[in-house]
T-cell receptor, first 113, second 110 residues
Framework: NAGVTQTPKFQVLKTGQSMTLQCAQDMNHEYMSWYRQDPGMGLRLIHY???????DQGEVPNGYNVSRSTTEDFPLRLLSAAPSQTSVYFC????????????FGPGTRLTVL | GQQVMQIPQYQHVQEGEDFTTYCNSS?????IQWYKQRPGGHPVFLIQ?????EVKKQKRLTFQFGEAKKNSSLHITATQTTDVGTYFC??????????FGSGTQLTVLP
C-alpha cells in the first residue's frame, strides 16, 4: 500500500493562476480531507468528504474547490491563487469518520508570488 | 466553530527532562487524538482518547483525557532527541470535523 499520496511536492504560482493539488489513497477509506498548515496556527480544515459524491466545507473553504468522483481521489482546486494561500497543504484519509486515525499524505508546499 | 487551545507553543528541554503539553476546550469533546509531526514531515497519529478520565501509556508517553472531557495532556518522561517535533491535539466535538490545536514544538537539547 502506498497510503496517501500527494502531488506535486512543491509548487510556485503567480497571483491569479489556478491549479489542482492531487490526493489519492489506496486504503479504500471513505473519509478524506484537506488541511492547510501555517506557522503557529496548527492545521485548519479546508474541505472534507465522507464518501464519493459527497463533500462539505471546513473552517477555511474560501478560494478552494473540491470534488470526489471516486473513493480514491480527492483533488483540491485553487481557483485564482492569492499570496494568502501560501502554505503547506496536507491531505488526510480515514476509514469512516474522524473517530478513526487520520492518515496524512506527505504534503504540498505552495508558494504564491 | 469549536476551538482548541494548546499550550505551550514552544518547549526547550534538556535531554532526560520531562515534557508536557496541554489542550483545552470550552466545550465537551467526543474524543481527542494526538499527533506528532517531525520537522519537514507530516502528522502521524499517536493515540485516541474517548472515555472520561482515560489514561493511556505508550512507553515513555502518557496521555490523559479530563474527567469533564474538555481537556487533555501528553506527558513525555525522560525526553530523548528522537522526541523532537511538534505535537498536536485534535478534538472532535458534536460535528464530524476534527479541530487541531496550534501545536507544541518540542526541542530536545543533547
Amino acid at each position: 500500500n502506498a497510503g496517501v499520496t500527494q502531488t506535486p511536492k512543491f509548487q510556485v504560482l503567480k497571483t491569479g493562476q489556478s491549479m489542482t493539488l492531487q490526493c489519492a489513497q489506496d486504503m479504500n477509506h471513505e473519509y478524506m480531507s484537506w488541511y492547510r498548515q501555517d506557522p503557529g496556527m496548527g492545521l485548519r480544515l479546508i474541505h472534507y468528504s465522507v464518501g464519493a459524491g459527497i463533500t462539505d466545507q471546513g473552517e477555511v473553504p474560501n478560494g478552494y474547490n473540491v470534488s470526489r468522483s471516486t473513493t480514491e481521489d480527492f483533488p483540491l482546486r485553487l481557483l485564482s491563487a492569492a499570496p494568502s494561500q501560501t502554505s503547506v497543504y496536507f491531505c488526510a484519509s480515514s476509514p469512516v469518520t474522524t473517530d478513526n486515525e487520520q492518515f496524512f499524505g506527505p504534503g504540498t508546499r505552495l508558494t504564491v508570488l | 466553530g469549536q476551538q482548541v487551545m494548546q499550550i505551550p507553543q514552544y518547549q526547550h528541554v534538556q535531554e532526560g527532562e520531562d515534557f508536557t503539553t496541554y489542550c483545552n476546550s470550552s466545550t465537551t469533546l467526543s474524543n481527542i487524538q494526538w499527533y506528532k509531526q517531525r520537522p519537514g514531515g507530516h502528522p502521524v497519529f499517536l493515540i485516541q482518547l474517548v472515555k472520561s478520565g482515560e489514561v493511556k501509556k505508550q512507553k515513555r508517553l502518557t496521555f490523559q483525557f479530563g474527567e469533564a472531557k474538555k481537556n487533555s495532556s501528553l506527558h513525555i518522561t525522560a525526553t530523548q532527541t528522537t522526541d523532537v517535533g511538534t505535537y498536536f491535539c485534535a478534538a472532535r466535538g458534536s460535528a464530524r470535523q476534527l479541530t487541531f490545536g496550534s501545536g507544541t514544538q518540542l526541542t530536545v537539547l543533547p
